[in-house]
């Protein structure tokens, strides 16, 4: 597994608890249209389940997203990775690590959980096809030691996936 | 010796033992920093700091009366003390003066937040201020929805006795008097549903909540894009994240961030009619 385990990092600040409260409130409210969230008694880890959009490459498949949040969220972004076995895709990696912007360089603390999801579905739905990113391997070996994807220098050379 | 000569070595010795106050209540001696304090104060009566850290010594030791006496020497000398109305403030909330103390509180906010809008102080008061907020409004709509409760069981207990009277008077026609009857009940049960809606909690609407806490503001700030954000997470935004607006991506700068007054008036409003919104958890 790539990522840290959740005792390792720091507990959450109490913005972060607040805004994380409220955020839970508002997806069993409002949830994104393909998503659900597999409730547990821990804020800081999100297990998420997506179902590939009907039409596209990845209708009638679920995947697990795994969403671990930092002390400081949400001036700083969440970590969200595929639980393996991730979906085949240009952008996403066999160990889960997701090539997207906004996850990194791009993250605003204006965006959510919920509109997270939506980014990584529409990721999903546009993608040509079924196939894993071209330096997947080595990219895969260089993680073996646990790193997370957000100590990984993207280039996120390609938009148009 | 000069007279001036001579004051000044006095200010210098109750200077000192404001130091020595302010050591002993690191070291939490409260008792002693009190008496160093209380030296200080004989020695120069005029200076407002020797006055709200001995109240802050008081606090400690939950002497209330003394804090209240303290501060209000302190506000005398110098109005513009957040420490002295803040600490007055609680100082009246434990005597259950609630609407003096929040008045208090909330001129203690307005003050530090013109000295220094990030310090510690403001979330302190903030939190002291919601926390009596939300007490007066328990307290004050406990006692409406008891009101409320009385009026309309009394109100029910006279259609119903009406109801009686009229299916003795005309019957033959017992349906229709049921009917209309069942109809008033529910009628009435809506008017007091109507009547308690600003004491039930609900959801904050988001227009007055901040993209980024998701919560009710405090200080709100309006960027060059319009978007109406808390100040203290914008500033803290621009400082961690980068020199963006974080809805509209556009580039922003601290300089740029104006109080959005109208947001903060619509809040004010929001929160007279809905207490409840005060809860802090």
Known sequence: MTSPSPSSRKSLSKIACNRLQKELVEWELNPPAGFKHKVTDNLQRWVIEVNGAPGTLYAGETYQLQVDFPEHYPMEAPQVIFIPPAPLHPHIYSNGHICLDILYDSWSPAMTVSSICISILSMLSSSPAKQRPADNDRYVKNCRNGRSPKETRWWFHDDKV | ?281
């Open chain 2, 1 to 281: 010796m000069s007279p001036t000569v001579a004051a000044n070595a006095i200010a210098k010795q109750a200077e000192q033992l404001k130091q020595d106050g302010n050591f002993c209540f690191t070291k939490n001696r409260f008792g002693a920093a009190i008496d160093a304090y209380t030296e200080a104060i004989a020695l120069c009566p005029n200076v407002p700091i020797y006055w709200t850290n001995r109240a802050l010594c008081h606090r400690k030791r939950n002497d209330w009366t003394r804090v209240e006496e303290d501060c209000k020497r302190a506000i005398q000398l110098d109005h513009n003390s957040v420490k002295a109305h803040y600490m007055l403030g609680l100082a009246l909330l434990q005597r259950k003066e609630y609407a003096e103390g929040v008045k208090e509180l909330e001129k203690a906010m307005d003050l530090g937040r013109g000295a220094n809008p990030h310090g510690y102080m403001i979330e302190e008061i903030w939190q002291e201020l919601a926390k009596a907020k939300y007490l007066q409004w328990e307290h004050e709509s406990t006692k409406r929805s008891w009101e409320l409760q009385n009026l309309k069981e009394a109100c029910e207990g006279a259609l119903e006795e009406k109801h009686l009277r009229d299916s003795v008077e005309v019957e033959g026609f017992l349906d229709e008097t049921t009917e209309a009857y069942s109809e008033q009940l529910e009628a009435l049960g809506r008017v007091f549903r109507k009547a308690a809606e600003g004491d039930t909690p609900a959801e904050v609407p988001d227009y007055l909540c901040c993209k980024i806490t998701l919560d009710i503001f405090r200080d709100p700030v309006i960027t060059p894009s319009g978007v109406t954000y808390e100040r203290a997470e914008i500033l803290e935004h621009l400082q961690k994240v980068g020199k963006f607006d974080p809805i509209t991506r556009e580039p922003l700068y601290p300089s740029q961030l104006v109080p959005n007054l109208a947001i903060k008036e619509a809040v004010r409003a929001f929160l007279d009619q809905h207490g409840w919104a005060y809860k802090t958890d």
